[in-house]
């Protein structure tokens, strides 16, 4: 496959470069424990190894007249000191739009959202990590699946931008009120509060089973009844009757796409308390029937091609970026976080080849710094473990504390840890390394 000097930014990554402020921070970490000391060195040679299987994480953002657009780099990526997860500078970075490192035994990947979504960046760890085990003279990990061979060439499809296929489809955006907002001492920028909750997947899906829903659905449920139980201490409530939390869907599986780059949407599932409290059933009944209708292709088709109506409208294609930058931050502002009162994102259960599992002690999923709402939580499993990972822009933790709590009333206990152990490295500092490009290449500046 031949790999362009650049290419478009995708549809549902538009909104990121606009929106990352000092306080809001739109990168997140992925993160994954092995059995022995992760040796720096060692890494860096499997993720020089590996990134030629992933031409997609070989560009950087840069700014067009209209549009953003991505630009190949010709330089190597390096790895970095582990440091909190927040905003960073990618020029400083190489141009490079993630950042790996390594703490002990973990191995830690943080990625500017505008790059890729959950499901690319941890396909992207995972075959770096077993590249890694290949370099250390484990056996031959089997791949296939979240393992990606390095020694292979790109596939076409991996690079393909998945919203295109919605162009010229007739869309529309569903009406949307304000979600009701956790209240909480707000944090100075750049720091963020995080909780890591683990349990067994299979005490879960036991419990999912007996009320006849999915691991999702009934995290869903639970943790809307947790922000419905912290509401009713909240005097300032009874103006936002709606709970409602924002729920990423992975489009790949429902449109049958393999890109690695950003291909995911959202729904908002929730519960209008105007006539009284829920129970857990009644919570897990309406989120079961509000996920099945709104994941649905044709629902889903009509939101996403509002979208890139809006982004194909040629009056607003001729806007100059200078001036868009601050209008969709702008909207995002005023009706993107409203909507919600919490995001909760489920990567799923990670399975892995055997020799691979053998080695893979832990993996977690952590969001960055949220803008109006209080924070968020990111969930994946592995093997028999699943890891919620809370994390959250005020001092408070009475959401985190009510989940763990209803949890254990069910019968499912849990290990809490604070800070949530991918936010647990040692104190460090940006790549000195600059970004290069290919000199020969003549790069757009007009982009339509």
Known sequence: ???????????????????????????????????????????????????????????????????????????????????????FNLRKNGGYMFKMSCSGARIDLDVFHALTDGTGAMTFLISVAAEYLKLCGESPIEYGGWVFNPDEEPVAEEMEDGFDSFSGTKGALDSEHRAYHIKGTEERAGVLNSLGVSLQLSQAVA?????????????????????????????????????????????????????????????YIGLDLSYGEFTLEQAIREVKFQKRL?????????????????????AIRCIPLFIKKPVINLINHLKGDNYASYTFSNLGNIELPEGLKEHVRDLHFILGRTRQRSGSCACVSCGDRLNLDFSRKIVEDDLERVFVRRLRELGIWSSVQVPSEPLRPERGRESSSRPVFNSRCLMPKLLI
């Open 1 to 87: 496959m031949t790999v362009p000097e650049w290419t478009r930014l995708e549809n549902s990554a538009i909104i990121y470069p606009s929106c990352q402020t000092r306080k809001y921070s739109v990168v997140y970490r992925m993160s994954l424990t092995l059995d022995r000391t992760v040796n720096p060195e060692l890494l860096g040679d499997a993720l020089r190894a590996t990134i030629h299987r992933f031409p997609g994480f070989r560009f950087t953002l840069k700014r067009g007249v209209f549009w953003w657009y991505l630009q190949r780099l010709e330089n190597s990526p390096e790895i970095a000191e582990s440091d909190t997860l927040k905003s």
């Open 207 to 267: 419990k999912a089973k007996e009320y006849d829903c999915t691991i999702t659905e009934f995290l869903t449920a639970l943790m809307l009844l947790s922000i419905q139980e912290v509401r009713a201490k909240d005097k300032s409530a009874r103006k936002h009757s709606d709970i409602r939390m924002e729920v990423p869907v992975n489009l790949r599986p429902i449109f049958g796409k393999k890109t690695l780059r950003n291909f995911s949407s959202y729904v």
């Open 294 to 314: 709104y994941t649905q292709p044709g629902r889903l088709t009509r939101r996403i091609a509002a979208n890139v109506q809006l982004e194909d409208n040629f």
